[in-house]
């Protein structure tokens, strides 16, 4: 099941939509185009930019316009250390197919988003 046929979409959009006070992250992995499947594992990848905290405290996956970014479910609650540059998910065989999916990253200095 193709779910995240356009997830980077939001790529464009998403990034007017940060401040300043952002997670510290720039994702690499989602990008435009990406297709994953449900039931399968992937790697969301990133580089550090600027970051203010030592974590990822939460990764979490939205849907919906990028103005208004919807929580879909939490891909992750447990710290990640934000120079490792990635995270494993494996991807729900349940997981709807939408191609309005974005990956959004939160720490204490705030959101970055895919």
């Not at 994702?27 to 970051?51: D, E, K, R």
């Not at 065989?93 to 990956?103: G, H, M, R, V």
Request: glycine share 6%; no cysteine.
């Amino acid at each position: 099941m193709k779910f995240l046929t356009a997830l980077t979409a939001f790529v464009a959009g998403a990034a007017t939509l940060v401040s300043a006070q952002d997670a510290g992250i720039y994702f690499t992995q989602p990008i435009l185009g990406t297709v994953w499947n449900a039931g399968t594992s992937q790697n969301i990848t990133w580089t550090p930019a600027n970051a203010t905290s030592a974590t990822i405290d939460i990764i979490e996956l939205r849907s919906g316009d990028a103005s208004n970014l919807a929580f879909v479910q939490n891909i992750s609650t447990t710290a990640v250390d934000l120079n490792s540059g990635s995270f494993v998910w494996t991807i729900p065989a349940t997981l709807t197919t939408n191609t309005a999916y974005a990956i959004a990253a939160k720490n204490a200095a705030g959101y970055s988003y895919s």
